[in-house]
């Protein structure tokens, strides 16, 4: 769907300049190609046109690595229409000579050029007359260091002329902006995360935004910026950035360190071209072409191979370079000059073609993010686990001791903010290590285990009660004050219970303490553990009157 989506867009930049001048302009088929040289007078008249070619050197064709030429086409108009505009597109070119001859003894002279002020928006084009049925000859003369692609002379009704380039512009502008914005969210979103890939993603966008805002002359038009040594330095720097940034974004050392290491000769290999822009203006152009077929051919590589190891973002890391590569593959050979130019706009097709890989990749970010704060509610959900776990005893499946120590800590039991009385009952299993020793410990783990089960019910009957098993056989429970007799009842059930259906020498032993006569968690289990020492002596006590009556009987 995407890829059907750029199609059209690079369909309708192909045509949207033909709805109207290509049933009226006049053709520009038969064209001638000739050296120029300082100080070549022009042809005067539309009769010395023939006779002064004769004495020009003719080129094969324009060189891509600049020079001055000649370009004389002869046409004929034939529609009513008076006001048309003559424009040279496809290439950066510093200086455009229009030299208008016609067989009725007209002759008009224009000038434009990189360096001279547009009557259209980012474009050379010059209003000219022209009538029915009169012969021309159109004569220009081209200088530049160096030409992007092979110049195209384009004619025109004025007002077709003119919608053309507004919507030309506007697609521009529109495609600027949208790049900016990119850039400058990806900034936002590293400042905040440090995550490098938003940082190279964000330089990436800048220079490419860069690059196409000197191309269309915006620095020129806006700023009176006339650099033209800048162009190709941010179309090298291009890969630079982006390969930096699938570095970070598809962990390509880690998933392919081969293609990490070719990445890198590619990257030094732009590093060094970068000179090039300034020293080697004329040859510019194709190195910077050559550089980035390679790295868009390699990006591709890189992202297919990570997907392929499974590494799912790189999806949308494909699908981006393919928008890229949509156009590059038909631009590119032109401006090598391999071929000549397959669609009409090659600069535009191709800004939004870029615009499209910034966006994919902008949304490839997103899904990194997604992936990103998945794996932390993973980690989060994992982390809670492993808490949750050092927080209960296994056995039991109680809060343990590091569970009750974080629960003193939470609640206000001591001090002057204490609001309410609470009852700490420290109790342990009677017999236990008797059990353990006698039937096996399997037995001693399932009376704890059902003195728990019971324990947790007879909590659960009650309000604002928590229970925990603090250490081998003993157990702590804190609840209010009023639910203390309640409590110790239920305690006492369950300590019968235990001697009459699981093991008689076994049993329950507690005692308690109230808060308010403590000043910690320690002192508190102190004092209600002397309270159930007091309670186990004068069980103990009892018990020993017990048998001693018993006895006496028995002798009686």
Known sequence: M?????MLLLLSVNLFGYSFSSFCA???????????????????????VTDWMSTLDKADAISLTGGNYWLVVPAKIYTRDTKWAINVRNSIIESVDYILLGSDG?????????????????????????????????????????????????????YQHKKNADIEAMLVMLCLGGLLFIACYNLLIYFS??????????????????????????????????????????????????????????QLPEYSPKLWRLSQLLMWACIIALPTSVFL?????????????????????????????????????????????????????????????LIENAELATLIGGTADALMLSLALAYKIKLLSEERQTYIKTLRIAWEKARTDLLTQLP????????????????????????????????????????????????????????????????????????????VILLPQDQISDMLKKLDELSNSIINQVYKDAGISYGYALNTGAKSACEWLRMADRDMYKRKTLKRRDDQLQRMSVQDKSLV
């Not at 017999?431 to 037995?443: A, I, S, T, Y």
Request: contains cysteine; negative net charge; proline residues 3%.
């Open 26 to 48: 006049p053709s520009l088929d038969q064209s001638f190609i000739f050296y120029a040289e300082a100080g070549q007078e022009t042809p005067q008249a539309y009769t010395e």
């Open 281 to 341: 203006l004329s040859y510019t152009a194709l190195i910077a072409s050559v550089l980035i077929m390679l790295w868009i051919v390699l990006a591709i590589t890189c992202g297919n191979v990570c997907l392929i190891q499974g590494f799912y973002p790189a999806r949308y890391f494909i699908f981006a370079f393919t928008c890229l590569l949509l156009p590059a593959v038909i631009i590119l050979p032109g401006n090598m000059g391999i071929t000549s130019d």
């Open 400 to 475: 343990n001791r590091h569970a009750f120590d974080e629960h003193m800590l939470s609640e206000t039991f001591f001090g002057v903010d204490t609001k309410n009385t609470f009852a700490l009952i420290l109790l342990d299993l009677d017999g236990l290590k008797l059990l353990n020793h006698n039937l096996g410990h399997q037995e001693g783990d399932s009376l704890l285990v059902y003195a728990a089960k019971e324990l947790k019910i007879s909590c659960e009957l009650l309000d604002s009660v928590n229970l925990f098993r603090i250490g081998g056989d003993n157990f």
């Open 193 to 250: 995360t440090r995550d490098r890939a938003f940082l190279y993603y964000g330089l990436y966008v800048i220079t490419y935004f860069t690059g196409w805002a000197l191309t269309f002359h915006l620095g020129a038009h806006l700023f009176d910026f006339h650099k033209l040594e800048m162009h190709h330095l941010f179309f090298i720097g291009l890969p630079i950035f982006n390969i930096l940034f699938y570095k970070h974004f598809l």
């Open 106 to 158: 007209s002759e008009q002279i224009r000038h434009s050029g990189y360096y001279d002020p547009y009557e259209f928006l980012f474009e050379y084009g010059r209003e000219v007359e022209l009538h029915y049925g009169v012969n021309y000859w159109f004569v220009l003369r081209m200088d530049s260091r160096y030409f992007s692609s092979f110049p195209k002379l384009e004619i025109e009704p004025y």
């Open 2 to 6: 995407i890829h059907k989506v750029i």
